[in-house]
């Protein structure tokens, strides 16, 4: 009987024994073993570990990873401080597409060189760590900044990566959006095109470290951990309890930062030392430099639109640059429906929210890898939208020649605490409410860790309703809708109020609130139970009422002097539905994400002493609008 291939096979295996190499052992042969090297012959790509030379002679670790047999092939470069060793293990595996991250599944299997850098002083790289280092000019005389590092590390790359093309392009969110903007200043020529996404571009105004002046007080732990041993500590250990009690109980945020040792943080200590818009800030906010930079590498700007952490530095970098851009082709701008970095991330849903599918996925296949692939590989010009965003509430993608595309049109706080497109009819009226600095508004519902992921990330998109039934939350709201209201920009606050005290924050949220009823199926604006009354906030921000005539110019406030506090809310593409409600609240506290205002003018908010704070009537007149940039 002939016996079938496979039965053979299965035979002979059978009868085989496994061998390996016999070595002489004990029972007390030490069993450890110095290192494994989890990349075996089998695995389907090729990794390299680089230290990259930088022209100070400085060395920085760099991680290269490439499917085996490729050539001619472009490099996507990320520069990072959140260390590049780890960049691609996000599973154990012999498979490529399961090593790196799923931002950059799609790139590797078609063959892109995939970089990863740490920046200089941080993980394995040498040099010294200065965060956000500033441009070479008045604040850095060294000749040493990202600029120049990212340019050395492409030079090395082309010259020393042969299955290279020669074509680099750069990627990254968040503090790799701040790397990617700055390698576009004095670009390498080999840099043919960049996609930064929620970059850190001025942490004073409206990114990470304050917000028109108010600080925020998340950032502390963030900057303990990356300043400590090379950001390669722990973190701190203040432990698992309620940071709004945390908060509270220390007294105001320098005393926090005495108590738990972390004042001798130098950028800490710069944070504290410059509490006002100085040229400390300014000088290194990276929209104002672009704009004095010509157009150098085709530019993709991403951010999402409940980013928690950098929502204003893509829009202003956008404004920036577009003046520049004659034939519209240059700089795009892309707002989804993401909270900070969600756009590498799955983009199903966020929060209470569901969108139509993984929007994310959705975006960097159809977009913006057809982006790089024209600017590194020579494919046919995929038309890159000017500006492509989501439109929440209706959940499709819009495309839009420019940015705002709507019209603004002003949303007045009338009597009875209305809403009205119609001014109201005694703008001398007023609504008051008294702000304890004792009792203030939490920006969650508590306990409150803002070390917990599923609190921090989704905490833009969480139900209002916590915060309106509060005495100390003004709440306006319009009639229920009879036709859809769309909105395209960024919503411009003219808040017009006083109070009784020395200083003063002002917070406002413009919300869109769901119906009181449920229906079923998933029909367009269809509410399912968990959304039934939803207060969804579209944007909150913050202004610290010191500032009012300049950002550099603190000042006490006069008190019962009606100001004139003009500022913007988060860029967004929302459409609130017939059925639903546009509701505006106004509060003086967000706490503990942003520090308390004593709310008694002191020269400096981080050393304000128990008795400055004080509770104050704030009064907010109805000649109070929201510019909504409403969009036909």
Excluded: C
Excluded at 422 to 445: E, G, L, M, Q
């Amino acid at each position: 009987m002939k016996l079938h291939p496979l039965m053979l096979a299965l035979a002979a295996s059978a009868v085989l024994p496994v061998t390996f190499a016999a070595e002489t052992v004990t029972p007390m042969t030490p069993d450890g073993v110095a290192s494994y090297d989890k990349i075996r012959p089998q695995a389907d790509f090729i990794k390299r570990v680089e230290m990259v030379p930088m022209r100070d002679g400085t060395k920085l670790y760099t991680v290269i990873l490439m499917k085996k047999g490729t050539k001619n092939a472009p490099i996507l470069l990320s520069r990072t401080p959140y260390d590049a060793k780890g960049a691609f293990e996000r599973t154990g595996s012999q498979s490529m597409r399961e090593v790196v991250d799923v931002m950059d599944v799609e790139f590797v299997e078609d063959n892109y060189i995939r970089v990863y850098q740490d920046i200089r002083g941080l993980h394995n790289s040498e040099g010294d760590y200065v965060t956000n280092r500033p441009l070479v000019g008045p604040l850095n005389n060294t000749g040493i900044d990202e600029s120049t590092d990212a340019y050395d590390t492409i030079d090395w790359l082309v010259k020393h990566v042969p299955e290279s093309n020669g074509n680099v392009g750069i990627v990254g969110s968040s503090y790799l959006g701040f790397t990617t903007l700055m390698a576009e200043i004095n670009p390498h020529p080999a840099l043919k095109a960049a996609v930064p996404q929620s970059p850190m571009v001025d942490g004073w105004i409206g990114d990470d470290w304050f917000h028109n002046g108010a600080f925020r007080n998340i950032n502390i732990g963030y900057t303990v951990e990356q300043g400590t041993a090379k950001a390669e500590s722990s973190g701190i250990a203040v432990g698992a309890g309620d940071d709004y009690s945390r908060f509270l109980e220390a007294g105001s945020t320098g005393d926090y930062l005495k108590k738990w040792g972390f004042e001798h943080y130098p950028f800490i200590q710069k944070m504290v030392q410059n509490p006002a818009y100085s040229d400390f800030w300014s000088l290194q906010a990276v929209d104002k430099i672009m704009a004095k930079q010509p157009l150098k590498v085709p530019t993709m700007l991403v951010v999402g639109q409940w980013d928690q952490e950098d929502s204003y530095g893509a829009p202003a970098v956008y404004q920036a640059m577009e003046p520049k851009d004659k034939h519209n082709n240059m700089v795009s701008l892309v707002i989804g429906p993401w909270r900070h970095s969600g756009v590498n991330h799955y983009g199903y849903n966020l929060g209470a929210l569901t969108f139509t599918g993984d929007t994310a996925r959705e975006f960097r296949v159809k977009y913006m890898k057809p982006f790089f692939d024209h600017y590194l590989k020579g494919a046919p010009d995929p038309q890159t939208p000017p500006v492509l965003t989501y439109a929440t509430g209706e959940n499709h993608w819009n495309v839009s020649p420019k940015w705002p595309m709507g019209t603004p049109k002003k949303l007045y706080m009338t009597d009875n605490m209305g809403l009205s497109f119609n001014p109201a009819a005694d703008t001398n009226a007023h609504d008051d409410y008294v702000s304890d600095p004792a009792k203030p508004v939490p920006f969650i519902p508590r306990p409150i860790n803002m070390e917990d992921p599923f609190q921090w990330k989704p905490w833009l998109v969480h139900d209002q309703r916590f915060a309106s039934s509060r005495p100390d939350v003004l709440v306006y709201s319009s009639d229920v809708l009879d036709k859809p209201v769309h909105i395209m920009g960024a919503p411009m606050v003219n808040l017009f109020a006083a109070t009784s005290g020395t200083d003063a924050d002002w917070v406002v949220k413009l919300v869109d609130v769901y119906p009181n009823t449920t229906t079923e199926g998933a029909a367009q604006g269809a509410v399912g139970p968990e959304m039934t009354g939803f207060e969804l906030p579209i944007g909150i921000e913050i202004f610290r009422g010191r500032y009012v005539h300049g950002f550099d110019k603190p000042a006490a406030l006069m008190p019962g002097k009606v100001e004139h506090y003009r500022f913007g809310l988060p860029n967004v593409d929302h459409v609130f539905l017939p059925g639903h409600k546009i509701m505006v609240q106004v509060q003086s506290t967000l706490f503990p994400l942003y520090d308390r205002n004593p709310q008694t003018f002191v020269d400096n908010i981080f050393f304000a002493k128990p008795a400055d704070y004080q509770k104050a009537t704030m009064s907010v007149f109805h000649s109070s609008n929201v510019e909504l940039p409403i969009a036909k």
